[in-house]
């Protein structure tokens, strides 16, 4: 079963404009932490934010914030004022215990945003 | 800014030929985890690695793979015999701890084409 879930394979933008990309997971665990990775052209990952499950306050670092949503299972990357540097592939990913107690994260199929000048 | 490190960058081999992908994780981290990438396709969890032991790894992992630390900074993967299904972008990550916030740190990726 998906655990992770990206609906929107392909996302076109004007620069400058916020854009949302949709995240939704699914987990029985009461603690998890959940991620956002941008991977651009060159290939490497780059960490964007994390949000714990059990954070009050959606998370936000810089342009990038985080619209968690727990009872709807979302988690949700809001970029604001968008740059023509943001276009890239973007990965939702969850942290998850495995059956042994350890720890893994589990990817979505990833959407991959364009900016438009 | 301390940074995990791969080398190469990229790597072609004939298949049936043994490769070892290197990593040198950041200095105080604890926790090596090694994932996959095939091209197109979503990153996939291979293995976790503490305390010079295997932790977790997934059903990808199998025996023609395998995972060591050498010395006290490389981390490395080793592919015994490839396939050409073994041809992907492989990811090594660090994290210092383990728990809710155990940001894993990417390394930039070793791509891997077995011809």
């Known amino acids: 079963a998906q655990k992770i879930t990206q609906t929107q394979p392909g996302m076109f933008v004007q620069e400058k404009e916020a854009v949302t990309l949709d995240c939704t997971y699914d987990?029985?665990?009461?603690?998890?932490?959940l991620f956002w990775y941008k991977q651009p052209s060159s290939g490497e990952m780059i960490f964007l934010i994390y949000?714990?499950?059990?954070?009050?306050q959606n998370a936000t670092e810089g342009r990038y914030s985080l619209n968690f949503q727990k009872a709807r299972k979302s988690a949700n990357l809001v970029i604001s004022a968008s740059q023509l540097g943001d276009s890239a592939m973007y990965f939702c990913?969850?942290?998850?215990?495995?059956?042994?107690?350890?720890?893994?994260?589990?990817f979505g199929t990833g959407t991959r945003l364009t900016i438009i000048p | 800014e301390p940074e995990v490190t791969q080398t190469p960058s990229h790597q072609v081999t004939q298949m049936g030929q043994e490769v070892i992908l290197r990593c040198v994780p950041i200095?105080?981290?604890?926790?090596f985890y090694w994932y996959r990438q095939i091209l197109g396709q979503k990153v996939e969890f291979l293995v976790s690695?503490?305390?010079?032991?295997?932790?977790?790894k997934s059903e990808i992992f199998d025996d023609q793979f395998s995972v060591e630390r050498p010395d006290g900074s490389n981390f490395t993967l080793k592919i015994r015999s490839t396939k050409l299904e073994d041809s992907a972008m492989y990811f090594c990550?660090?994290?210092?701890?383990?728990?809710?916030?155990?940001?894993?740190?990417f390394g930039p990726g070793t791509r891997l084409t077995v011809t």
């Open positions: 987990t029985s665990d009461q603690s998890y932490g």
């Open positions: 200095s105080n981290h604890l926790y």
């Open positions: 949000q714990g499950s059990y954070d009050e």
């Open positions: 990550a660090s994290s210092e701890v383990r728990g809710p916030r155990d940001e894993q740190y």
């Open positions: 690695f503490y305390n010079n032991e295997i932790s977790e």
């Open positions: 990913a969850m942290r998850e215990l495995t059956n042994f107690g350890n720890e893994k994260l589990t």
